[in-house]
């Protein structure tokens, strides 16, 4: 027998070429590959034609090339990420601070500073309390009532039940509120929480001069 035979891979079917330049042309043009099986006409076994001398250099040749382990195509999202909750955070913390300063308008400390103007409390005795707060050495004293001459003291954490009392006694809805400038933020801000937990709007405030 002078012809090659070949079967492709696994399969019992096979096909005789002619001459070794018959099977290189079947196996360029893509009818055999290079794990299908050859035996030439004076060999006794099989092997496969990417082994074979006379058609290993071709079959290398039509190996394929060996894929990229990385994707081009992937898109790595982290970076954006790590972008965007830094935005996130920025963002957060702008609206909170404008927020606040829209809620808590400080007045300016300037050297120039004049007593604001006082309230003729004879003319609304009837129908507003007075809340008043000074400084004693380094302690705010707070007091309450309808009269100046008959303030009471009022402990910090019980300013919004004291004056819930005033108010259910007296019926009156309207304050002044009587404050020294030295009187530190807090204090301030809880007597104001106080008269807001109990409904008053009309606040009158009779601010006096920093100390010098």
Request: glycine letters at 4%; proline letters at 7%.
């Amino acid at each position: 027998m002078s012809a090659w035979l070949v079967r492709q891979e696994g399969s019992t079917q096979t096909y005789a070429l002619p001459t070794v330049a018959a099977v290189l042309t079947a196996l360029r043009d893509g009818n055999f590959v290079p794990a299908d099986d050859v035996k030439g006409p004076a060999e006794p076994d099989w092997q496969p034609l990417e082994t074979h001398p006379a058609f290993a250099d071709t079959a290398l040749d039509l190996e394929p090339e060996p894929e990229e382990s990385g994707d081009d195509t992937t898109l790595d999202m982290n970076p954006l990420i790590d972008v965007c909750l830094v935005l996130l955070i920025f963002f957060i913390l702008t609206i909170t601070y404008a927020t606040l300063e829209r809620a808590l308008s400080v007045p300016e400390d300037n050297a120039d500073d004049k007593a604001s103007p006082k309230v003729n409390l004879n003319e609304i005795k009837d129908r507003v309390f007075i809340v008043q707060v000074k400084m004693d050495g380094e302690t705010p004293i707070i007091q309450m009532g309808t009269e100046k001459k008959s303030l009471k003291p009022v402990a910090r954490e019980r300013i919004k039940e004291d004056m819930e009392a005033l108010i259910s006694s007296t019926g009156r809805r309207e304050m002044v509120l009587d404050i020294d400038r030295d009187v530190p933020w807090g204090v301030e801000t809880a007597v104001l929480d106080a008269a807001k937990g109990n409904k008053i709007h009309d606040i009158i405030n009779n601010q006096r001069p920093r100390a010098r």
